[in-house]
Each structure stands twice: as structure tokens, then as C-alpha cells.
């Protein structure tokens, strides 16, 4: 079964500019949640989607924003980026439904390293 | 506010010997418990999740937990250099909730 994946690998961009990150689950998980992680801060949860909804939110600024498509792929956007934006951009997958014992096990995928100029 | 908390080390132990990472826990609903590894600059891996009190053992690593003092520790045994790594603790009331992860225990293993 494939992993999850998350494109792009790599990005530069600069301040004031946004940025799109994309994240593919797991095949048959619904559960896409994001995490940025810093050397300063370790990992943070963003938000997480299920079923094309957001169902959990982080302490984070309405800068950043998700969505989720009906295939269960999501993607994470960052508006009017700021220096301390770069980090590393996690996607986790999971089945996310209720009941059972490994709902909650999330699956990371490789990240996206963000560096904003 | 739920808290998962972890020594962030640097761990040191020799290669061959038995490395011991600790994690304590606010949250006495917490159901699910895992570690994940993260090599540098790579995203975390899973290496164990445990749901009950006592021991569970996956090849050179052993889970612990204690619901009643609210800790959950991983023991590798015969460390090896590839171990190095930061060991992250996961901790999540179970169910559709979102794990809480501690910031993290450096260990490095020396030949």
C-alpha cells in the first residue's frame, strides 16, 4: 500500500507571497491532518480534515488554511508568508473513524521544507 | 490544556546497551500511546503504539505504560549506531482525536 505523499519536496519563497502545499492520504484513510515543525517550537498541529471538513484546528493564525477534496486529498495555504513561516510542513493520514483502536494512528508523509526569504 | 513531556536530551549510550526514553502525561483519558523515530531532516516514523498497561515488545523495542502514574517509556535494546535519532511521544484520548506529541528525545548511540 502506498504511503502518504505531499508535493512539492521543496520551496523558497519570499515574504508577503503564499504558498500551496498538497498532500495525498493513504488509500482508504480519510483523515489528513497538518503540522508545522520547527527546530524552536517541535511539532505543532495546524488543522485536520475528514470527510472534506474541517474537524480540528490548532492555535494558529487564519493565514494558514486547508482544505479537502471528495478523494481525500487535501491542501494546506499559507497567505502573506512571513520569515518565521519556514519550517517543515507535515501531513499525517489516518482512518479517522470512530471506534476501533488505531483511528488514531497517524501516518506522516515526507514533508514539505518551506523557506521564506 | 493536555501536556506530553519528554527529556530532550541528548540520550548517550554505547553501542549494544539498552537505551531508555521516558515519557510522562497530563490527560489521565488518555487511551492511545505511541512513539514515533525522526532521523534529521526526515518526517517521524512510527515505531509502536500501545492501548494497554504493562509491556509490548516488537523486535528490539519494548513499549511500557503506566496509565495509574501517567507514563509511557520505550526501551531499545542492543542499540545500534542507525538508532540515533529523535524519539517523539504521541498521546491521544483514543478514538477520532488528535494525538498530542512531546517535543522530542535526542539519542545517540556511539560506537
Known amino acids: 500500500k502506498a504511503g502518504v505523499t505531499q508535493t512539492p519536496r521543496y520551496l523558497i519563497k519570499t515574504r508577503g507571497q503564499q504558498v500551496t502545499l498538497s498532500c495525498s492520504p493513504i488509500s482508504g484513510h480519510r483523515s489528513v491532518s497538518w503540522y508545522q515543525q520547527t527546530p524552536g517550537q517541535g511539532l505543532q498541529f495546524l488543522f485536520e480534515y475528514f470527510s472534506e471538513t474541517q474537524r480540528n484546528k490548532g492555535n494558529f493564525p487564519g493565514r494558514f488554511s486547508g482544505r479537502q477534496f471528495s478523494n481525500s486529498r487535501s491542501e494546506m495555504n499559507v497567505s502573506t508568508l512571513e520569515l518565521g513561516d519556514s519550517a517543515l510542513y507535515l501531513c499525517?493520514?489516518?482512518?479517522?473513524?470512530?471506534?476501533?483502536?488505531?483511528?488514531?494512528?497517524?501516518?506522516f508523509g515526507p514533508g514539505t521544507r518551506l523557506t521564506v526569504l | 490544556q493536555k501536556e506530553v513531556e519528554q527529556n530532550s536530551g541528548p540520550l548517550s549510550v554505547p553501542e549494544g546497551a539498552i537505551a531508555s526514553l521516558n515519557c510522562t502525561y497530563s490527560?489521565?483519558?488518555?487511551?492511545?500511546f505511541f512513539w514515533y523515530r525522526q532521523y534529521s531532516g526526515k518526517s517521524p516514523e512510527l515505531i509502536m503504539f500501545?492501548?494497554?498497561?504493562g509491556d509490548k515488545e516488537d523486535g528490539r523495542f519494548t513499549a511500557q505504560l503506566n496509565k495509574a502514574s501517567q507514563y509511557v517509556s520505550l526501551l531499545i535494546r542492543d542499540s545500534q549506531p542507525s538508532d540515533s535519532a529523535t524519539y517523539l511521544c504521541a498521546v491521544s484520548p483514543g478514538g477520532s482525536y488528535i494525538p498530542t506529541f512531546g517535543r522530542g528525545t535526542s539519542l545517540i548511540v556511539h560506537p
Open positions: 500501545i492501548y494497554s498497561n
Open positions: 499525517a493520514s489516518s482512518t479517522g473513524l470512530a471506534g476501533g483502536q488505531d483511528t488514531d494512528t497517524q501516518y
Open positions: 490527560d489521565r483519558g488518555s487511551q492511545s
